[in-house]
């Protein structure tokens, strides 16, 4: 996660170098969720990496373990990966408009959007069996709109300084 995190920032930086004029604001704002999506989600795993991971199983407190419900970590990483990374490309997607793979981009960032949002129900609930809606979300859907992401950049007209 701490190696794919700047990979994150630097998908909705794109996407905000993009967007037209007019929708600036809509990226700006997905934006500002994925900041909130990597610090939280890095800080969990940079705290699992340096600190938890040498105190013994044991003798952890069952609030700072991440493999049973519920905990804080899990909180802060489902946090993360559900509301914040679902209205980070909720407000991504607007800033797509015209073409089919526009359209294809833009349905698949709403859709990874809405179940990421989705995955909050597990939590709220405290069965994470809800959770898979939004693991559909950022490991299927979220991959296929980097893809087509990747094309619709590799197809923009870029700027030469003279």
């Known amino acids: 996660m701490l190696v794919a995190a700047p ?13 037209p004029p007019e929708r600036k604001g809509y990226s700006l704002a ?26 013994e199983p044991g003798r952890l407190p069952f609030l ?39 359209v294809a ?5 709403t859709t990874a959007g809405v179940l990421c949002l989705a995955n909050i129900v597990g939590p709220v609930l405290g069965d994470l069996r809800f959770t898979i809606l939004g693991v559909v979300g950022y490991v299927v859907l979220l991959p296929v709109a980097c893809i087509l ?7 923009a007209e870029t700027c030469v300084d003279d």
Do not use: E, K, N
């Open 30 to 55: 997905a934006l500002a969720f994925m900041i909130s999506v990597v610090v939280i989600t890095s800080s969990v795993h940079f705290v699992q990496l340096t600190i938890l991971r040498q105190i």
């Open 64 to 102: 700072l373990r991440r493999d049973r419900w519920p905990t804080i970590t899990l909180g802060m990483d489902l946090l993360a990966w559900g509301p914040l990374l679902g209205l980070s490309l909720l407000f991504a997607a607007p800033a797509f408009r015209g073409s089919s793979l526009f």
């Open 105 to 109: 981009l833009r349905v698949c960032m």
């Open 149 to 155: 992401l990747a094309i619709v950049l590799a197809r």
């Open 7 to 19: 990979l994150l920032i630097s998908l909705m930086t794109a996407v905000h170098q993009y967007a």
